[in-house]
């Protein structure tokens, strides 16, 4: 079976720091984009930040550009995909989602991405 299993959520005050985990199991990934979403209460699912599968190339949202940093691990033959998030805002609350894309390289769109976790939660408090 695979799986997309992210951890690391919490309830954090404004300016804190976390650091979000996505471990796959069941597949490897390694040579699949990854990619990080949230989607806030009553708000649509939001592309936060994607990797490309070697690392090599990552692209932000706006939002976020600046603050958060997508990384990846692929030395234990499966990947695992981090996302270091500083200067949390509360407008940075939401359920956030790890994602594997089809392609290889960096890509924003949630089509393009296959494999999905359950979510963490993050809390940003004022």
């Known amino acids: 079976q695979v799986q997309l299993v992210e951890s690391g959520g919490g309830l954090v005050q404004a300016g804190g720091s976390l650091r979000l985990s996505c471990a796959a199991s069941g597949r490897t990934f390694l040579t699949n984009a990854m990619g990080w979403f949230r989607q806030a209460p009553g708000k649509e699912l939001e592309f936060v930040a994607t990797?490309?599968?070697?690392?090599?190339?990552?692209?932000?949202a706006g939002s976020v550009k600046g603050r958060f940093t997508i990384s990846r691990d692929n030395s234990l033959n499966t990947v695992t995909a981090y996302l270091q998030m500083n200067s949390l805002k509360p407008e940075d609350t939401a359920v956030y989602y790890c994602?594997?894309?089809?392609?290889?390289?960096?890509?924003?769109?949630?089509?393009?991405?296959?494999?999905w976790g359950q979510g963490t939660q993050v809390t940003v408090s004022s």
């Open positions: 990797i490309s599968w070697n690392g090599g190339s990552t692209d932000y």
């Open positions: 994602a594997a894309a089809k392609q290889y390289y960096t890509v924003a769109g949630r089509d393009e991405y296959d494999y």
